[in-house]
């Protein structure tokens, strides 16, 4: 070996040599024989369970608390503090083989801490930040400060760390400097006496032998100037009181001014936060969990910067933890007076008699829970008074002076006091309760009240004990079951383990609470519209040709067509925010483009107002949540996929809501109880089917939306998908959306408005069969929807009831003329009782058996044809054939023959009733703007033969001029003329009825306006 070195070969032969076991015993320290190891308290940190495991045949340690591990090198070292170099020497000593001269390994004596203070001539920040690092340097290599650490309960390593603690010892940074003499040493000496750091009268360190805390500017500091500078230095000697000399304090402070916040973070992380009186309190609370926790410069400490600090941060609350004695309540009266000017409420945390929070604590032996005792019996104080005996349950028992010690029975936690816990990026949640840590993960997925499945995990860092089972929080038996499986894997003490449970579930319903908030505000905050978002949907609401201008932003958009049922389902989509919306129902055969129209609807709705399912099973509905639904859109994609649902379909467009009374198992006593759950509506509807057999009482309540399947329509729509593969076609991608979001963002402006219809008494409607009672409300809900689209075009009027301010618009006649050229076209297939696809063939077949007819010089009537000659001659597929053709026979429109086993038919029908779907009675409007309510209208109304049609199908000429009211079947407000004896007026206007016309004009319009007063 040469001299001063040791090989790595002599050094294991060292180690082996030396039995860490023999050399543990001859520190006297207590060893329990576990299986082949031997189980120690372990050396490096404060624990009462043996958690340090020696393994004699490797001769190596570990501790499952601290994670401690090594050789006997290691143990050597840190037990009895020796450097390196001495450690080497202490082992060769051991083993009987130590050199006769100390060259063999040299020994380096300890030396002072290395001076590292330099003048950077700024403004003394630069030296203070050297002076708190040479403090904690200090610390950290001083047993005398750890030791006075420990007996204080503040020996937290993450406390020393990240608040840098420091020991200045018994000659403090004095002793560190240059000779007086030098030059260095003479300015720096200066410099720390101008800062305060040494006294001007013995040049020695003003906090000689004191703990030395930095109070530092944070980042997020509420002064801007503040931030990143050393502030203030607080020093607490480390001197019990009678070692103390008389008139000294124990207390000191940098001579400038008080200023900063200690541990500022803690407020903006909470709004909530624990004042203490001093430093050793404040870190008191730090180390038993309770990080949302600052402090004052003493009794009389604290300043107008605290708060500034708390107003800037948002602070709601504070707990005061002044000292429990004369001048700590007249302290917290003095802070709680000044919280009460700026609105933050204050709260009195009472200690027993002459009691502060650190001997508090030290005495109760559990601070965590007596904190959270403590906290749980504050009581409220209000401004230029006495505490009161409110606490925070709202309860006026008095609180006895020892009420604050944890006691067998744990107190009931006040609403708004927070369990101190944290929640990881990945969703844990993580609570500490001395050497145990509670994990709970799952939690999240929770979303009734009444339910709080987790998966919790108990560890005891001191044993590396732990438990873990999966468990209902809410279920009492469960939860007892897994504090008595803890208690007895941990070997504690099963109502420690049940007080902590208690405090894991306040804490998940704690996070349960503020997760809901959030998605409360979200959801009421829903998305905000910049300023020239906002500028833009204006701009589209306030378009005079709003209809106009929304069928081409869909046409832009790559549908092709059907103008009128992109329209109707836009306005029905409208109508969510009324209170009876829509239903829309669209109906084709298959891939005819029904999703197409439906998501193309869709796509213009806010994604927050609309919920899209695939299917739905029949009890679903009624646990969608109370609110989830109401003023959305609810869209199925099939109606097939929602037949099992259909009732509650039903329900839910009829009354608005849905209620269900269903059985469950009541938890605490496990017999079965009704529970009730509820959907709140209104909800609008949107299905597609391709059934053409539809539910009548669902049918009853839709608007029918038909799908156009003509050969043209396909070739348009052929010629837009080739379109797309274009230039043309990918620019049409980027505008649509544009298009797209400019439209969401005009649905997100529309508001709930009241509509109010002045005309509403002077519409007609059909009045024939008893379903036209639901389609009446269908019409003069579209009509609704129209003015409601075009709210930001009408005036905004205000009426008063019953103490109540109601908002509303008007209907304009323009509205109703919209409505009405929509009503003809969707209402009118809706009323007719063949369905479109039906009336479509037979419209097709009249055509082709006349032109059979023509060829074989026969009458229509007698001419007879086969499917199959249809088949041939239309392109219709065989199955939707043979249900339309059946469907007829049965309408009596098709005669059907047998003859063997082939069928033929006889067409009945000669078109006399029209071929394009119309309903007629309504009102129809010429002067949109200029008929005001309360004017007699001065407009021409149709004559008697206006519903007729000549042979030609064009409309015949009116008799006469409609001047007056008039005998002979002559609505007396519409002038439309009535159909027969059967039928009877509806409101002030006549009947009307379902006609058929060809290629015709509407017929002669009236003005609108509503009857003069007699």
């Known amino acids: 070996m040469s001299k001063g070195r040791m090989t790595p070969e002599a050094l294991e032969r060292l180690k082996r040599e030396v039995s860490l076991l023999e050399l543990a015993r001859s520190q006297n320290r207590k060893l329990t024989k576990q299986g082949k190891d031997v189980v120690t308290l372990c050396p490096f940190h404060h624990e009462k369970t043996p958690s340090c495991v020696i393994s004699p045949s490797k001769n190596l340690y570990h501790c499952f608390g601290c994670n401690a591990g090594g050789s006997v090198l290691d143990w050597l070292q840190h037990t009895e503090r020796l450097t390196y170099p001495q450690t080497l020497v202490r082992l060769r000593e051991l083993t009987g083989s ?92 200066q410099r720390l006496t101008a800062l305060g750091v040494i006294r001007e009268s013995n040049r020695q360190d003003h906090f000689r ?78 180390c038993a969990g309770y990080r949302n926790v600052i402090a004052a410069f003493g009794v009389n400490g604290f300043t107008a910067g605290h708060l500034a600090a708390l107003q800037y941060h948002g602070v709601k609350r504070v707990m005061i933890a002044f000292d429990r004695d004369e001048a700590g309540d007249r302290g917290a009266e003095a802070v709680a007076e000044q919280l009460a000017g700026c609105g933050i409420a204050a709260w009195r945390v009472r200690f027993p008699a002459g009691m502060d929070a650190n001997a508090y604590a030290l005495k109760s ?3 965590e829970s007596a904190f959270a005792l403590a906290l749980a019996q504050a009581v409220r104080m209000k401004s230029g008074s006495a505490v009161t005996s409110e606490n925070v349950t709202g309860s006026n028992e008095t609180i006895s002076p020892l009420a604050a010690f944890p006691a067998s029975q744990p107190a009931h936690r006040p609403a708004e006091t927070r369990i101190a816990c944290e929640v990881t990026p990945a969703g844990e949640l993580l609570l500490r309760s001395g050497p145990r840590q509670w994990r709970v993960r799952g939690w999240q997925k929770n979303t009734l009240a009444e339910v709080m499945k987790v998966n919790v995990q108990v560890l005891d860092e001191s044993t590396g004990a732990f438990h873990v089972d999966q468990l209902d929080m809410y279920h009492a038996k469960q939860r007892q079951a897994y504090v008595n499986m803890a208690a007895s894997e941990l070997e504690c003490d099963a109502a420690v383990i049940k007080r902590e449970c208690g405090r894991v579930l306040l804490a998940l319903e704690q996070q349960q609470d503020e997760r809901l908030k959030v998605t409360e505000q979200e959801s009421a905050a829903g998305v905000t519209l910049s300023a020239e978002e906002e500028k833009e949907a204006l701009r589209l609401l306030k378009d005079p040709q709003l209809a106009e201008r929304i069928v081409n932003d869909l046409a832009s958009c790559g549908m092709v067509g059907e103008s009128a049922n992109l329209l109707t389902g836009y306005l029905a989509a409208t109508s969510r925010k009324l209170d009876r919306p829509l239903a829309v129902l669209i109906q084709s055969s298959s891939a005819a483009g029904k999703s197409s129209l439906m998501d193309a609807v869709l796509s213009l ?45 039903k329900l839910l467009q009829s009354d608005g809501e849905l209620k269900i009374a269903s ?38 309540r839709c608007l029918v939306l038909t799908v156009n399947e003509s050969r043209e329509q396909t070739e348009a729509i052929h010629a837009a998908q080739r379109k797309s593969q274009t230039l043309a076609g990918l620019l049409q991608s980027s505008e649509k959306q544009y298009l797209t979001t400019l439209h969401q963002n005009a649905q997100r402006l529309l508001r709930p408005l009241k509509v109010v219809n002045p005309y509403a008494e002077q519409l007609t409607f059909l009045s024939d069969k008893t379903r036209t009672r639901r389609d009446h409300m269908k019409y003069l809900t579209l009509i609704q929807a129209v003015a409601l689209l075009h709210q930001y075009q009408r005036e905004v009027k205000r009426a008063e009831h019953r103490g109540q301010v109601i908002e509303y618009i008007e209907v304009r006649p323009s509205d109703i003329k919209l409505a009405n050229r929509l009503a003809h076209e969707v209402l009118g297939r809706t009323l007719d009782e063949m369905p479109p696809q039906t009336r479509r063939l037979l419209v097709l077949l009249l055509d082709q058996v006349k032109t059979w007819a023509e060829k074989q010089a026969v009458k229509p009537d007698e001419l007879r044809f086969t499917r199959r000659d249809v088949r041939s001659a239309l392109g219709q597929g065989d199955t939707q054939l043979k249900i339309h053709l059946a469907r007829l026979v049965e309408m009596e429109y098709l005669l059907l023959h047998r003859r063997g086993l082939t069928y033929e038919y006889t067409l009945l029908w000669d078109g006399g009733d029209g071929e394009e779907a119309h309903l007629c009675g309504l009102l129809n409007v010429t002067e949109p703007e200029t008929a005001v309510p309360g004017n007699e209208g001065g407009a021409s109304r149709p004559g008697p033969e206006a519903d007729r049609s000549d042979k030609n199908g064009g409309w015949s000429a009116s008799g006469r001029d409609a001047v007056g009211g008039r005998s002979g079947g002559e609505k007396v407000a519409s002038g439309q003329t009535t159909q027969g004896p059967e039928t009877k007026p509806a409101g002030l206007n006549g009947n009307t009825v379902i006609r058929k016309k060809k290629k015709t004009p509407p017929p002669p319009s009236a003005s609108l306006s509503q009857p003069a007063s007699s």
């Open 98 to 189: 130590a050199p006769s001269s100390a060259a063999a390994v040299p020994v380096t004596p300890p030396s002072p801490p290395r001076q590292t203070l330099t003048d950077l001539d700024d403004d003394g920040q630069a030296l203070l930040h050297q002076v708190t690092d040479f403090y904690h340097r200090n610390l950290l290599n001083s047993p005398e400060a750890v030791a006075w650490l420990e007996k204080r309960g503040l020996n937290h390593p993450e406390l020393v760390k990240h608040f840098r603690l420091g020991f200045a010892g018994a000659h403090g940074v004095a002793g560190a400097l240059p000779s007086p003499h030098s030059k260095e040493g003479k300015s720096l000496r």
């Open 209 to 286: 032998g004191c703990l030395v805390v930095p109070v530092t500017g944070g980042s997020e500091s509420y002064d801007p100037a503040l931030r990143g500078r050393v502030l203030q230095l607080y020093g607490r000697r480390m001197l019990t009181d009678s070692q103390i000399k008389k008139g000294s304090a124990k207390h000191l402070y940098l001579p400038s001014p008080l200023t900063g916040i200690w541990n500022e973070e803690a407020l903006k992380a909470s709004p909530e936060v624990i004042l203490c009186e001093a430093l050793i309190d404040a870190m008191t609370f730090w």
């Open 365 to 367: 032996g559990n601070p």
């Open 605 to 649: 709705i806010p994604e927050e107002e609309r919920v899209q399912y695939s299917a739905m099973t029949g009890q679903s509905l009624y646990y969608l949540g109370e609110t989830s639904l109401s003023h959305k859109i609810l869209a199925i994609a099939e109606e097939e996929g929602v037949r099992q649902a259909a009732y509650a379909l």
């Open 663 to 700: 059985t469950g198992k009541d938890e605490s006593s496990g017999e079965l109880v009704t529970r009730e759950y509820r959907v709140q509506g209104p909800v609008m509807l949107m299905l597609t089917t391709t059934a053409s057999d539809v539910d009548e009482e669902l049918l009853n």
